[in-house]
């Protein structure tokens, strides 16, 4: 898909999830034939001219001014990671060439290994934008186990572990959230690199083989992930309640580390703990047969 297609997608499926009511305008009678805003309606809230707005919607974004985009994202109401994503739709479609944007990393530097690996209760790993996860500490290894050995690549993908691999429903609880977000994220990183090949196919790949990743790409959803709760289901330790935070890793493009705790003194907490013990025992147990076997 070219980015006017992009563009004239991403636009038309925001103005149709909105109302005038909603968007402030009157409700005239008779039967629209959009589901959400005209066009004109669009224009006339982001105070430019229906041409020039149909223009911009068809993908012609030549020249579009900043001012231009905030006008229509107030119009559309569109929260921080859709307006990001209208910029980097647009700034693409303005790029006379491919822009020589350094591929998403697929290593981890080892000082940013020893500070997952210092995390010994608290589980951690590292994530590109393509959602590659490319280094996990011990108790990360030990909560997604699946995730993370679901490819016999260095670098396992969440996206298509959770498309693919029939043990992701059960693993998490509220799968049809973590589908949404995933596609989401992936969304919003082929608006900033849309020349990502690795990524392209990765998505080709997934339209391919997983309907349900199919219908959630067609919707055009961007979103941000930052921080939030996780409900899983672990097979060992059983169900965990966990929050998260993603930390940017400002010397790494596109790189992200995401930890989970659980609130003190809570079940998931006792489960956590019993996952390190469990964890430790194993790894222990492992360490000795090695050395027997030597």
């Given amino acids: 898909m070219s980015n006017s297609d992009e563009i004239r997608d991403f636009l038309s499926s925001r103005r149709a999830r909105i109302t005038p009511e ?47 985009l905030e006008g229509i994202a107030r119009a559309l109401q569109l929260d921080d990671a859709e307006r990001a994503h209208l910029i980097d739709l647009v700034r693409a479609a303005n790029t006379s060439k491919p822009a020589r944007r350094r591929p998403a990393q697929r290593r981890v530097r080892p000082s940013v290994q020893r500070i997952l690996d210092s995390m010994t209760g608290v589980p951690a790993f590292v994530q590109n934008g393509r959602l590659d996860v490319l280094y996990a500490n011990e108790l990360g290894r030990a909560l997604f186990g699946h995730m993370v050995s679901a490819s016999g690549d260095d670098s396992p993908n969440a996206a298509r572990f959770i498309f693919l691999d029939p043990r992701a429903t059960d693993f998490y609880k509220d799968w ?11 969304r919003a990183e082929a608006g900033r690199d849309p020349y990502d090949r690795a990524l392209t196919d990765l998505v080709g790949e997934l339209s391919t083989r997983s309907e349900d ?82």
């Fill in 22 to 68: 909603q968007a402030g305008l009157p409700a005239y009678g008779g039967n629209r034939r959009v589901p959400g805003l005209r066009r004109e309606e669009v224009a006339l809230l982001a105070g430019i001219s229906a041409e020039y707005y149909t223009r911009l919607e068809r993908g012609n974004a030549r020249g579009v001014s900043e001012s231009v």
């Fill in 176 to 186: 049809e959230t973590v589908a949404n977000d995933v596609v989401a994220l992936l």
């Fill in 213 to 294: 990743f199919r219908v959630r790409w067609a919707a055009h959803n961007v979103k941000f992930h930052r921080t939030g709760i996780k409900h899983l289901h672990h097979p060992v330790v059983g169900d965990l309640e966990l929050a998260y935070e993603g930390f940017e890793l400002p010397g790494d493009s596109g790189q992200t580390i995401f930890a989970y705790t659980a609130e003190p003194n809570s079940a998931s907490q006792e489960a956590l703990n019993l996952l390190a013990s469990w964890t430790a025992t194993s790894s222990s147990i492992s360490v000795a047969d090695t050395e027997q076997e030597a």
